[in-house]
């Protein structure tokens, strides 16, 4: 199972908004509604952003949001802040042998 | 509140064995599914394994697969990951993390709760 295709790298000012792809195919990101999100910080543990494609965990902003359309689903952050500087990394369940699969990782740069 | 504190790990040298550890405190251990997953030094995110709730379903990914072998004891809310054959490949911080109640597989990913991670380095 190859890991789900993010871009290395997403910049934008602060109070910009910017958009993270997550490409996969119908077999894990197009099949099913279980895209998660999380974000990491240098020397940091991951944090759940988004699951289930579109739901915000308890306590995660809503300056972040999740969609999905065909085999990509995408990370939108809103209102950009110095510390959503981060790795961004997506997931999701697949049909293959290896039931969860993760992106490349992508890191935000905020200007 | 929520912590998750791994421990066992090591240098060890290729083929050798190691078994991790992850201690969970601040909520209901046996109504939760676990999992592990790692990162290589500077790498990203690899999913390596889950258990449910009950220990009734266990999943791997193909990487791994008969190699390692992931258990937990809901008595002394810890799980556990018994690695065997190790390979310079499996170098990486193995974090422990929180699955949703039940099954492994409900709700996808949804990794709620993680650890601070273990370090695991296989080199001679």
């Known amino acids: 199972q190859s890991a789900l295709t993010q871009p290395a790298s997403v910049s934008g000012s602060p109070g910009q908004s910017i958009t993270i792809s997550c490409t996969g195919t119908?077999?894990?990101?197009?099949?099913?509604?279980?895209v998660s999100w999380y974000q990491q910080h240098p020397g940091k543990a991951p944090k759940l952003m988004i699951f289930a494609v579109t739901n915000r965990p308890s306590g995660v902003s809503n300056r972040f949001s999740g969609s999905k359309s065909g085999n990509t689903a995408s990370l939108t952050i809103s209102g950009l802040q110095a510390e959503d500087e981060a790795d961004y990394y997506c997931s999701s369940y697949t049909s293959t042998t290896t039931p969860y699969v993760f992106g490349t990782g992508t890191k935000v740069t905020v200007l | 509140e929520v912590q998750l504190v791994e421990s066992g790990g090591d240098l060890v040298q290729p083929g050798r064995s190691l078994r991790l550890s992850c201690t969970a405190s601040g909520f209901i251990f046996d109504d939760y599914a676990m999992h592990w997953v790692r990162q290589a030094p500077g790498k990203g995110l690899e999913w390596v394994s889950a258990i449910s709730w009950n220990s009734g379903s266990i999943a791997y990914a193909d990487s791994v697969k008969g190699r390692f072998s992931i258990s937990r004891d809901n008595a002394k809310n810890s799980l556990h990951l018994q690695m065997n054959s190790l390979r310079p490949e499996d170098t990486a911080l193995y974090y422990c993390a929180r699955g949703p109640p039940g099954d492994w597989d409900n709700e996808g990913p949804n990794f709620d709760h993680w650890g601070q991670g273990t370090l695991v380095t296989v080199s001679s």
């Open positions: 119908n077999s894990d990101v197009g099949g099913y509604n279980y």
